[in-house]
């Protein structure tokens, strides 16, 4: 048993250990160019952390051998592993060129747990392989939490929400005219250069999600595209030394972003964008919906004990927002701790609704377009 931040036990699970070492490992091969020793040394490292979880003579037993199975469907890694995630039997870690595959990026991120008998300062490896999501939230919300005072909670994750990037500049102006924030210290970094178009005149462009306001990813391919697959935002990059995007259905609405210099731009770290700000966007949309619809929202109550409070007609609505891609983690969670609110499954995890209510008979689940329609006929009844 390991105590996590917010004081609560989680077991190990062998399963769990795997993937969380396959990332790591992933990750540092991924960058293995920039971060030449300190990555083949935590490839090592994650190497132990399998045979070891393997045992003896099954496996692989060295750092190269892991490699190649990071390229291969984790399920081969996996094969005789205690508690492993059924649904990433079929993922792969490493695409052809050594990158990172979209799948580690927004699906097995969520698998991650620390894995404690490894620790160590390592500020090259992103907090998203290296921590929980839980305790991620958690380091971002202590900054804002110190003030006990729900307006500023409210606004400080509100900012964070909306603006996870920007000019350096530019982001303080917003700030102080805001008023009241409070985030972490060095909570902003420069943007990785794997979401940066590099012109032939040598400047750096970026183009921010349109759900999320993060800067996409520029892959090698001229592709441009959001790293959380259900923003759906996917251009193509036409160079130049003013290069822009093209969306790839030949639609023209809604317009793709302009870019932006990456000179003197900041951004949140992948691991607070993934959890606290892709989450909080749907969040943040489906209380302006309800807000349209006629109803009043506070958002994060009581310090966050849930997401949503709202008031609609003569009725009171309490929802937790759910923004995770692993079902299996998803109800894995809800097992440990139960929610203190109605669960509701955003637009992009609407489909999970019938396997949640199966595995967890008795849990109070809505979907965000359902739970719009009671909003909106709520506030119909009550003119
Ligand atoms: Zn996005």
Redesign the pocket.
């Known amino acids: 048993m390991n105590e996590d931040v917010l004081g609560q036990h989680y077991t190990e699970v062998p399963g769990q250990r795997v993937v969380a070492a396959a990332l790591r490992a992933a990750y540092a091969w991924s960058v293995r160019d920039v971060h030449r020793n300190a990555a083949m040394l935590e490839i090592a490292r994650m190497t132990g952390v399998v045979m070891e979880v393997h045992g003896p003579g099954l496996g692989p037993v060295a750092p190269v051998e892991l490699v190649e199975h990071l390229r291969a469907p984790l399920g081969h890694l996996l094969a005789g592993v205690r508690g492993q995630p059924a649904e990433l039997a079929d993922v792969v870690l490493l695409d052809e060129d050594g990158r990172l595959t979209e799948n580690a990026y927004d699906l097995v991120c969520e698998h991650v747990i620390p894995l404690k008998d490894v620790a160590g300062e390592r500020s090259w490896l992103p907090t998203w392989t290296t921590m929980h999501s839980d305790q991620i939230r958690q380091r971002v919300f202590t900054a804002m939490i110190t003030s006990t005072k729900q307006d500023e909670y409210v606004g400080s994750r509100k900012f964070l929400i909306e603006h996870p990037a920007g000019g350096e500049q530019e982001l303080v102006e917003l700030r102080d005219r805001a008023g009241g924030i409070r985030l972490a210290k060095g909570g902003y970094r420069d943007i990785p250069e794997e979401q940066i178009y590099r012109a032939s005149d040598g400047r750096g462009w970026w183009w921010p ?6 800067p ?1 990813a520029v892959t090698s391919v001229g592709k441009v595209r ?3 697959r259900p ?1 759906n ?1 996917v251009f193509d990059l036409v160079p130049g030394n003013r290069p822009s995007l093209r969306r790839r259905d030949g639609a023209r609405r809604p317009a793709p972003p302009a870019g932006q210099a990456a000179e003197g731009a900041k951004c949140v770290d992948a691991g607070v964008w993934r959890f606290v700000v ?1 989450p909080g ?1 749907s969040e943040l949309r489906i209380a302006a919906s309800a807000e349209r619809a006629g109803a009043k929202v506070s958002l994060w109550p009581f310090l966050d004990r849930f997401d949503l409070l709202v008031a609609a007609g003569g009725e009171k609505f309490a929802v937790d927002v759910k923004e995770c891609l692993s079902l299996s983690a998803l109800i894995g969670r809800l097992r440990t701790r139960p929610p203190s609110a109605r669960i509701l499954l955003p637009k992009s995890c609407e489909w999970q609704l019938e396997t949640l209510e199966d595995a967890l008979p008795g849990l109070a689940v809505v979907t965000e377009t359902k739970f719009l329609g009671q909003i909106r006929s709520a506030v119909r009844k009550a003119r």
């Open positions: 999600c349109l759900d999320c306001k993060w996409m959001c790293r959380y923003h935002a892709v966007a």
